[in-house]
Structure formats: C-alpha cells, structure tokens
C-alpha cells in the first residue's frame, strides 16, 4: 500500500461533535457506519466521561496515522472521514482506564469493517499527595510482582499472591528527587508507569 503522511492527514478529516454520550468507563470505540452522502463512511469515537482516552491509529506498515489524548469528561465524539483511505488493514487502539481496546479495520473498495478485536486489562496508576495508587483486575488470579526502580537500580520490590481485585498504595513522600518507574510483572508481561519526585 502507497502511503504519504501527508495525503493521510488530508484524508482523515476530523468533526468535533458536541452532544452528550453515554459513558463508556472502557474507552471502548464505537465504530458506526454512516452514508451522508454518496459512499462516505465514517467510524464515530465517543470519548468516555470517566477516564482520559488515548486513540491511536496506525495504517498497516505500523506507521501512525492519526493521534490524540482526550480529557474525561469531554462530552463529546470524534468522527472519521476513512472513505478515500487505500485499501488495506488499519488498527485502532484505545487506551482508558483499565483497558487497551485494539479494532483491526479491513478498508476495500470505499467500505470497512471490523475484522477483530481484542481488549487488555491493564492497571491504573496514580500519584497524588506523595501517594503511588495502583488497581488492578486480575481476571486469572496470577501472582504480582511490583517494582519500584530509580537509575534502573530496583528500591522497592514486592510479590503479591493471586489476588482478583489488586490495590496497593505505596507511599513515596520519603522518596529523593528525581524520575522513578514502577512496574507490575503479571505472567512474565510488564506494565508499568513513570513519575517524577519534585
């Protein structure tokens, strides 16, 4: 597929739409199609009320079309203009709250449709007032083991027996100025999160 960045900005035409939507604590994306005039065919994006969202786009060279961050509590929906893309794959991913939301589009012939999608559970992590929050569901009850790092040198490290419903607060107000970088090793796949001590 013969791709420039440049004729992609062009074609993904972006519509701020301001009505209310219902909310989506996933960030889940709702694909719609819609024929305003002719062939035009668009995938709606209703920005959940709850959590931040993420959306990123990448065509099927893994090359990044379009992204944006959206606030919580946006209210609103991003409309996308896919109806002169080349044929070929495209991947949305989401990422709000708990969930990493990946939709592969199948673009052939002025249409699309959704070929697969997976979602991920993925932790939540915050630091507010020298407060390290971190929640978790974990679905397969697998055993945690956190880290907490500083100049890649491990200062905190923890292991954590099956649990479903995972949340931990750890208090960093002791902690020295710099960049850390916390992760949680769930069967052998890190997730992780950094923040600054100022």
């Known amino acids: 597929m013969k791709t420039s960045k440049n004729n992609l900005k062009k074609l993904l035409s972006l519509i701020l739409v301001g009505f209310p939507l219902l909310s989506f604590a996933s960030g889940d994306i709702n694909i719609v199609k819609e024929k305003d005039s002719g062939e035009l065919k668009r995938i709606k994006i209703e920005i959940p009320e709850l959590f931040d969202l993420d959306v990123t786009i990448y065509d099927e060279k893994g090359q990044t079309i379009y992204f944006n961050s959206f606030e919580k509590n946006s209210k609103s929906s ?3 203009n896919f109806s002169q893309l080349e044929n070929g794959e495209y991947t949305i991913i989401s990422k709000g709250g708990f969930q990493t939301i990946t939709k592969t589009l199948l673009v052939k012939d002025n249409n699309f449709e959704v070929l697969e999608k997976s979602v991920e559970i993925s932790p939540l992590f915050e630091l507010k007032n020298n407060l390290l929050t971190v929640n978790y569901l974990n679905k397969n009850k697998n055993d945690i083991i956190i880290n907490i790092e500083n100049n890649s040198n491990v200062i905190y490290s923890e292991k954590i027996n ?10 960093v107000s002791n902690l020295s100025r710099g960049s850390y970088y916390i992760s949680l090793n769930v069967n052998n796949k890190i997730h992780g999160y950094s923040f600054n001590i100022l």
Request: aromatic share 16%; charged share 30%.
């Open 78 to 80: 991003q409309i996308f």
């Open 162 to 171: 099956g649990k479903l419903d995972f949340n931990k607060a750890i208090d």
